[in-house]
């Protein structure tokens, strides 16, 4: 069995506890993916309340936002706290040619998947030629009868 050990990935982990026992920017491991006439992200958000999850567009920036509170126990004694709580936040700079006011979220077993579709003027078509004895061709940028 072979183990993987990172560590600049562990020292991250000590540094971050050392500066604050509440890791308040947590992180929001991301895949992305075209499928067809769109791009699918999906978005792991393990432990977020589905009732703050907050997905927005402006000016070609998508963010996203979500909240886990910390389980607060009057009587408790950690013995280990490493989960992080506090607010999720993610903004990704999206290209031109999508739908963005078409994407659609759904939440389900701590991922939160997108599905944004590409706009209709950025798909790729067909353009028929004509040709033929009635057909005006354009040469140097003046037109001549076929």
């Known amino acids: 069995m072979a183990t993987r050990f990172d ?7 000590l540094f971050g506890q050392m500066l604050t026992a509440d890791r308040s920017s947590a992180t929001m491991p991301i895949d992305l993916y075209r499928s067809g006439d769109h791009y699918v992200l999906h978005v792991d958000l393990p432990g977020a309340d589905p009732g703050s999850i907050d997905v927005n567009v402006e000016d070609r920036t998508l963010t996203i936002r979500a909240q886990r509170t910390a389980h607060t126990e009057s009587d408790a004694q950690w013995l280990a706290k490493e989960r992080p709580t506090g607010t999720y936040a993610r903004q990704l700079s999206v290209g ?3 739908a963005l006011d078409a994407i659609s979220a759904t939440y389900a077993d701590g991922v939160l998947t997108l599905s944004i579709p590409v706009a209709e003027e950025a798909k790729p078509r067909r353009i028929e030629v004509q040709h033929g004895g009635d057909a005006t061709q354009i040469t140097s940028g003046a037109e001549a009868s076929a």
Request: charge should be neutral.
């Open 96 to 98: 031109r040619g999508l």
């Open 7 to 13: 560590p600049f990935q562990e020292f991250d982990r």
